[in-house]
């Protein structure tokens, strides 16, 4: 297997952590990782990206521009963003929801339609998957599983063994949230996804 993942979301939807599970989790199913993190003003709701490479050998942990095989977004605009790094019908799976940068509740900028986010995400793919995750997390109690529930998803597409998805969240989480985490994550694998934002 040889999948190039790019994750991103804004701070404090937990895209760190994420990556590093599924960093983890390829590594204790044999293969090689290179990960990479950029974290701009993350705490003020700024851009969170990670590059996560895997592969048999792995020589670098940047992935350019056109050559995602998924993308990950945690949020819509972050997709909308980031779509020129996929490849030409790579995989885009997008939480539907929005969470306006700064710039946007100041007023000097716009936040784009639903229209336009597919617009861009169509123009690099057909191959979008819409998931709501935030309704989801809500659904099960707690917002802070909306990272699992985005692994769980992005799951369906990698050739790693569910068991050590599961292993893995578990050796990354404190005891008491693990199992709703593990049903976040058992969520996320049945969540079909579909075409349209709203």
């Known amino acids: ?9 804004v701070g404090g939807q937990g895209i760190i952590l994420a990556s590093d599970v599924l960093g983890e989790v390829a590594i204790a199913d044999g293969y090689d990782v290179k990960k990479t993190d950029t ?14 490479r895997i592969a048999d050998k792995v020589y670098s942990p940047l992935i350019k521009k056109g ?18 790094y996929l490849k030409k019908d790579g995989i885009a799976i ?25 617009a861009i ?8 998957y819409i998931v709501e ?9 707690n917002i802070r599983t909306l990272n699992v529930f985005m ?9 790693l063994k569910a068991e050590t998805w599961q292993e893995g969240i578990i050796q990354r989480l404190p005891q008491k949230v ?14 079909t996804g579909h075409g349209n934002l709203s």
């Open 1 to 9: 297997m040889k999948a190039d993942v790019m994750i991103t979301g």
């Open 39 to 52: 974290i701009g003003m993350a705490q003020r709701g700024g851009s969170v990206i990670s590059h996560v």
């Open 67 to 84: 050559t995602a095989d998924i993308l990950l977004a945690f949020e819509k605009l972050e997709a909308a963003r980031w779509a020129d």
């Open 94 to 118: 997008v939480n539907n929801h929005a969470l306006p940068p700064l710039s946007v509740s100041m007023g000097t900028d716009r936040y784009p339609s639903d229209e336009e986010i597919l």
């Open 121 to 128: 995400l169509k123009a690099h793919t057909d191959r979008i």
């Open 133 to 141: 995750g935030n309704k989801r997390a809500q659904e099960l109690g």
């Open 151 to 159: 692994l769980g998803c992005l799951s369906r597409f990698l050739p």
């Open 178 to 191: 693990q199992q709703i985490n593990l049903n976040a994550f058992e969520l996320g694998r049945k969540e």
